[in-house]
T-cell receptor, first 113, second 114 residues
Framework: AQSVTQPDIHITVSEGASLELRCNYSYGATPYLFWYVQSPGQGLQLLLKYFSGDTLVQGIKGFEAEFKRSQSSFNLRKPSVHWSDAAEYFCAVGAGGSYIPTFGRGTSLIVHP | SQTIHQWPATLVQPVGSPLSLECTVEGTSNPNLYWYRQAAGRGLQLLFYSVGIGQISSEVPQNLSASRPQDRQFILSSKKLLLSDSGFYLC?????????????FGPGTRLLVL
């Protein structure tokens, strides 16, 4: 069975600074990987996904993520954070043939002005 | 394009009262449907999922039940609410794509049981 770890419960950055949110997964084969964002009181919005191919994936809102098989990681990055990026971020892994992804516990992003 | 609706958006119910939350998907057919719950400050807990009309799988034994009376409708119910049922309920859908399924979420329902 697959599993996902988001080691950081909270991350605080200053507006304009760069951001990296960590995600580590456990799965025997090539996983399908996702990042979602959840603003307070809202549903989850898909930021980006990786199925195969180029390991650097571009998403919405200026986010990107890089799949590193050797490190079992799929970290989310943004070069310059905006105050509106403050939210909860979830990493998820899906296995081929399984339609039930496994979600991490989430990382809460706090943005200081 | 596909859209997913949930209602109500917010609900305050007394302990012991019944519950019915509705989720509807538009713009697709034969989706897989899911109910998740988020307790305050915690991650997502999968409650139920459905691969077709009348087909419900339960992930966690609890005070809740789910039904899928129509292809694009998913209902979460309870006969008697408990305080511990409070939380944020999210509905999601996927389209089967040979293993490359992506989940898309609705706006959620905030339930407060008093």
């Amino acid at each position: 069975a697959q599993s996902v770890t988001q080691p950081d419960i909270h991350i605080t950055v200053s507006e304009g600074a760069s951001l990296e949110l960590r995600c580590n997964y456990s799965y025997g084969a090539t996983p399908y990987l996702f990042w979602y964002v959840q603003s307070p009181g809202q549903g989850l919005q898909l930021l980006l996904k990786y199925f195969s191919g180029d390991t650097l994936v571009q998403g919405i809102k200026g986010f990107e993520a890089e799949f590193k098989r050797s490190q079992s990681s799929f970290n989310l990055r943004k070069p310059s954070v905006h105050w509106s990026d403050a939210a909860e971020y979830f990493c998820a892994v899906g296995a081929g043939g399984s339609y039930i992804p496994t979600f991490g516990r989430g990382t809460s992003l706090i943005v200081h002005p | 394009s596909q859209t997913i609706h949930q209602w109500p958006a917010t609900l305050v119910q007394p302990v012991g009262s019944p519950l019915s939350l509705e989720c509807t998907v538009e713009g697709t057919s034969n989706p897989n449907l899911y109910w998740y719950r988020q307790a305050a400050g915690r991650g997502l807990q999968l409650l139920f999922y459905s691969v077709g009309i009348g087909q419900i799988s339960s992930e966690v034994p609890q005070n809740l039940s789910a039904s899928r009376p129509q292809d694009r409708q998913f209902i979460l119910s309870s006969k008697k609410l408990l305080l511990s049922d409070s939380g944020f309920y999210l509905c999601a859908w996927t389209k089967i794509l040979g293993g490359k399924e992506t989940q898309y979420f609705g706006p959620g329902t905030r339930l407060l049981v008093l």
